[in-house]
């Protein structure tokens, strides 16, 4: 180690640099040495430095003589000058003409490698440590007959980290005069110098990472360690996040904090520290670069307090980072990566507006239906390249309401050789690339022709991705499911047309039922009355006739009056009246007047006459009054044949009525002259009606748009029935009622009939022709005030005559029936409602406005009387099928499971009757030759079972016959042995025979009972075994038998 100031030449760092600088600035003039501090070298200098290799300096000097010094940073300086000066006579400068400068300058730390620059036209070249310098450096230019000229070299040596400490050796260049440094030895920081130990080294190691499956709502969790193996004891350390790759809005949260950078204080040598780091996916993107995480020390850092701005210029740090990933693709791309749920598609084009479909028999193409997808990330990829990633398929699924299996819908694909491949239907597949616009919709057709039948069905669109065994939406998704309908079956008329019956009465419901329910807002109806064979019938005198105007059948007989045009005048009977332009005559037509002729009667006796039937205008113009015949009241001919009438369905009389398959309406007869009607026959017609050459768009439709294939045509006829012996029902509504508290009182319906009977003018003898059904309160706060009233008016009694106030009187048939009634009340209505000031009466003379009001009158029905009600009555044969086709035609779905059931007449009831009873007929048949075989069977069963248990029997009973039999054999060998032993001894006890006798008698006896009971006790034992043996068989017996 050298010393500034030491009495021992060989240390001292003054006689070393002027030993060697005082022979090597080109004179051999004394160095002399001073302290001052400079910088290391002006600007204008340094801007021209050049970068050297010091180690080729210091091979050239390696012969020479090396000082080291050795010293510690902390704010202390190491500094020395060297100055040298050289005089000549002739001086010239170029450069520094005229020039005097002086320059003082200080840098610390790093900021020049190698420097090069000029003094006395030769060039030095000097290595600067990355150390504190200064260095003072005067040029002097003097011109005149004596140029002076010097240099100064000289160096500082320092460092602020109190923890530095360098070891320097010093070479002496003699080609400069300069001194060239070598740190060999120390240790340094911020930031750490060649050839020393580092203080501050920080590492940094990922320890774990997540899997390359991470969920996009799931954290992506990396566990680090942070460690410094320098030599310092205590370190600060910056631990941050590179985020100039992180576009996409990545969150980095280090230890559960939010995290961009954090700073570590007293990181102590070789200690691990541990950490965690979270990264949470941005808002839109699955994937990103992976991002650096990096270590570094605090005074390299710019974010530090304690950074040192000219340490972050140096090209050597110790900063150290590691890359944050859990997805490698190559050796050079590195990925955070979380797992993309399966791609989405969205319904488009028609399906997307109407949320559903139809296809029908209108539909372009019947055989097909698009399909139209959005891919929402068709900016990225098609569908088809999504299958390079997890992507597999985008199916169609289908099936039909109620099922539970979904099903593949599939698509034919042209071949380019013409020919067509049915696939299924794949948005991702290959062959669908090309039908995915730019902007990410794709179509295809769903085969429907002889693949799927006619229901209604629910679609969806999957895509299906690798299963990665998390949440569903993961691995797949689903659109909506959308509903629809195939049908392409149109409806049909489903048998006749209701009533089934001809005659139909005026105001009774005409209907046509479907084998669907039908809509009721789209088809025309032309309804046709055809009132041929009707002429009119009216009064003579209009005045003074009190009969309105009728139609009626030609066949009928009415009076005869004839008119002609032609000039009559004296002729015999032939009046002309005023203001008429034709001569009239009714008597002496032929023989007197002609009171009761036919239509056709009547008319050819006019012609007879050189004249004709008198029109209606004539009639009513009073053109016929004063010829001689008839009354003025009396009903005669006219020659008006009525015209058919023609409605359609907006026309007011016309009412349309839809009820499920039932299509129906009636004409309201309120809106038309009945008497007109009657009799007359209908033609109808219901579909599509084109008219002066113009298309109709209407049809009958049903509920899926399918128009009938060819319209529906019946005919009926209006049931000629007696109108005076018919009544009347209709409601009415009724204001200012004074008695109605109580609607159900007798008051109550006597002000009703009281009302109506004032406003018709009806006698006090007709009072009960008006009947009140029911009544209901109609006010809104229950006070009875309004009222609504079913009325019915009953025909005129035929036994008397029927009475106005006004005192004219008539027989019943020329008064008012009840339909005429109800007319001259609706006029009543209508006139108080127009505010006329007038009513009425049933003559149709004015009277004077009531105080009640009848607010309406509606729901008019015409009742025929007992007689009549046979000519609108079903026939009995037909009741049945009415009424099902009346309840048919109510259904409203195929899902009422009686719909598929078939409407069958009489005929084919019969029928299916008997195939029903011919068929049970054998069943039974059946039934009975199987339960024959059963029984035959059942015998054959119990009879082998009989024959097993009597041969079980017979084998028990023969083996106790051979126990029984071996018993007395054995008995008998063992008597005969007892014989044989007695007879041996006989003779040695024949002395003992006497006295024995007694006894062997009384033991040949006990022997033969014993044998006695034996054989009882065997016979005893088998009567047991087949008593069992019978029960047993008896109890198997009966149990197969029940």
């Known amino acids: 180690t050298f ?13 070393w640099f002027a030993g060697y600088g005082a022979n090597d600035m080109n004179n051999e003039e004394s160095v002399k040495i001073t302290d001052q501090a400079a910088g290391v070298a002006p600007p204008s200098l340094a801007s021209e430095k050049e970068a050297l290799d010091n180690e080729v300096l210091v091979g050239e000097v390696k012969d020479k003589p090396v000082k080291r010094i050795q010293f510690s940073g902390g704010g202390n300086l190491f500094s020395m000058t060297m100055d040298k000066e050289k005089v000549w006579d002739e001086v010239q400068l170029s450069c520094w003409e005229g020039c005097n400068k002086e320059t003082d300058n200080n840098i610390k730390g790093p900021g020049l490698d190698e420097l090069s620059f000029k003094v006395f036209g030769v060039g030095i070249e000097t290595e600067f440590l990355p150390l504190d310098f200064n260095i003072h450096a005067v040029h002097e230019s003097t011109k005149g007959e004596t140029d002076t000229s ?57 320890t774990r990472r ?13 566990e680090l360690e942070m460690t410094n193996v320098g030599v310092g004891e205590e370190s600060q350390f910056i631990l941050y996040t590179q985020h100039r790759d992180n576009d996409s809005g990545l969150k980095f949260f280090l230890d559960g904090n939010n995290f961009a950078a954090e700073e570590f204080t007293n990181i102590r040598k070789d200690s691990t520290y541990k950490k965690t780091l979270v990264i949470q996916r941005g808002p839109v993107s699955y994937q990103y670069s992976a991002p650096d995480i990096g270590l570094e020390s605090a005074c390299e850092d710019g974010s530090s307090s304690i950074n040192d ?10 900063s150290v980072s590691q890359k944050l990933y859990n997805v490698q693709e190559d050796d050079d791309t590195f990925l955070i990566k979380f797992v993309e749920p399966c791609p989405k598609v969205e319904w488009a084009g028609e399906l997307n507006r109407d949320r559903h479909f139809v296809v029908n028999t209108n539909s372009d193409d019947p055989d097909n239906l ?14 088809h390249n999504m299958t390079s990633d997890r992507l597999q398929n985008v199916f169609l699924y289908y099936r039909e309401v109620g099922d539970l299996h979904w099903s593949k819908g599939r698509t034919e694909i042209v071949n380019d050789d013409g020919s067509a491949d049915s696939l299924t239907i794949d948005f991702a597949a290959e062959y669908a690339y090309k039908e995915e616009s730019d902007y990410g919709y794709s179509s295809l057709k769903w085969a429907l022709a002889n693949k799927v039948p006619e229901g209604t069905y629910e679609i969806r669109v999957d895509t299906e991705c690798d299963q990665l065994g998390g949440p569903a939406d993961m691995d797949s998704y689903s659109t909506s499911i959308l509903s629809g309908v195939i049908d392409l079956t149109p409806p049909e008329q489903y048998g006749a047309a209701l009533p089934l019956r001809e005659s139909i009465l005026v105001g009774e419901e005409i209907a046509a039922v479907f084998t669907e329910p039908v809509r009721c807002e789209a088809f025309d109806l032309a309804v046709t009355a055809h009132l041929d064979g009707l002429s009119m019938v009216l009064c003579g005198q209009s005045d003074k006739c009190n009969l309105k105007p009728k139609l009626m059948p030609q066949s009928s007989r009415y009076g005869v009056r004839c008119c002609s045009e032609e000039d009559k005048g004296g002729v015999e009977d032939w009046v002309k009246n005023d203001g008429c332009d034709v001569w009239a005559k009714s008597k002496g037509l032929d023989n007197g007047c002609h009171i009761a002729e036919t239509y056709e009667d009547a008319k050819a006796l006019c012609e007879m006459n050189g004249a004709r039937l008198c029109t209606r205008d004539e009639l009513e113009a009073d053109c016929t009054i004063g010829t001689g015949c008839y009354k003025t009241d009396q009903l005669v001919w006219s020659s008006n044949m009525f015209q058919d009438v023609e409605l359609d369905r907006n026309d007011p009389p016309i009412q349309i009525s839809c009820d499920g398959r039932k299509v129906g309406f009636q004409i309201d007869p309120a809106q038309i002259n009945v008497e007109d009607w009657i009799g007359a026959k209908l033609t109808v017609e219901m579909g599509k009606i084109n008219t002066a050459g113009i298309e109709s768009p209407s049809n009958v439709f049903d509920m899926n748009g399918n128009p009938i294939a ?19 029902s209709f409601t009415v509504t009724l204001k200012q009622m004074s008695n109605c508290a109580d609607v159900s009182s007798e008051v109550c319906l006597g002000e009703i009939k009281d009302k109506i009977q004032s406003l018709l003018k009806l006698s006090n003898n007709d009072y009960n022709r008006i009947e009140v059904e029911t009544v209901s309160d109609a006010s809104t ?25 006004g005192g004219i009187s008539a027989t019943v048939s020329n008064t008012k029936h009840s339909v005429g009634l109800f007319r001259a009340l609706k006029s009543a209505v209508e006139a108080e409602q127009g505010n006329a000031g007038r009513v009425l009466d049933a003559t149709g003379a004015e009277s004077s406005k009531m105080d009640a009001m009848i607010v309406n009158i509606k729901d008019m029905k015409i009742l025929p009387s007992d007689s009549d009600m046979k000519l609108v009555t079903t026939d009995p044969e037909l009741k049945e099928e009415e009424e099902e086709l009346y309840h048919y035609g109510s259904m409203k779905g195929d899902d009422d499971i ?29 039934m009975k030759e199987e339960s024959k075989s059963r029984e035959e069977a059942m015998e054959a069963h119990n009879e082998a079972m009989m024959n097993e248990m009597k041969k079980d029997e017979r084998n028990m009973v023969e083996e106790m016959k051979e126990e029984s039999k071996s018993r007395e054999e054995a008995m008998e060998a063992h008597n005969e042995a007892m014989m044989n032993e007695m007879k041996e001894e006989k003779v040695a006890m024949m002395d003992k025979i006497e006295r024995m006798s007694n006894v062997e008698d009384a033991l040949f006896r006990e022997l033969k009972e014993s044998k006695e009971k034996l054989l009882q006790f065997e016979w005893m034992a088998v009567t047991l075994v087949c008593v069992g043996i019978s029960l047993a068989a008896f109890i198997t017996l009966r149990r197969n038998w029940t």
């Open 150 to 206: 010097s240099t100064s070299i000289g160096f500082v040596l320092g460092d602020e980290d109190p923890q530095d400490e360098f070891v320097v050796d010093l070479y002496y260049d003699d080609k400069f005069g300069t001194v060239i440094f070598k740190t060999v030895a120390g240790q340094s920081k911020c930031p750490h110098e060649k050839n020393t130990a580092a203080i501050e080294d920080p590492r940094i190691t990922v």
């Open 210 to 222: 997540p899997s390359q499956h991470v969920f996009p709502n799931e954290d992506m969790v990396f």
């Open 710 to 728: 060819r319209n529906v045509k019946f005919e009926k006829t209006v049931g000629n029935i007696d109108l005076d012996q018919a009544s009347t």
């Open 781 to 805: 706060n229950g006070s009875g005030e309004s009222v609504s009233a079913r009325i019915r008016i009953l025909p005129a009694d035929t036994t008397r005559r029927l009475r106005h106030q």
């Open 3 to 15: 010393e500034s100031n030491t009495n021992d030449p060989s240390k001292s760092i003054n006689d």
């Open 370 to 383: 698009e399909v139209i997808v959005f891919n929402p990330n068709h900016g990225q990829a098609k569908l």
């Open 309 to 318: 701005l000219t340490a972050s210029v140096f090209d050597e740090t110790k």
């Open 898 to 926: 009686r719909v598929s059931q078939p409407i069958l007449n009489k005929v084919e009831r019969q029928a299916m009757v008997d195939e029903i009873e011919k068929k049970e007929r054998s069943m039974v048949e059946e």
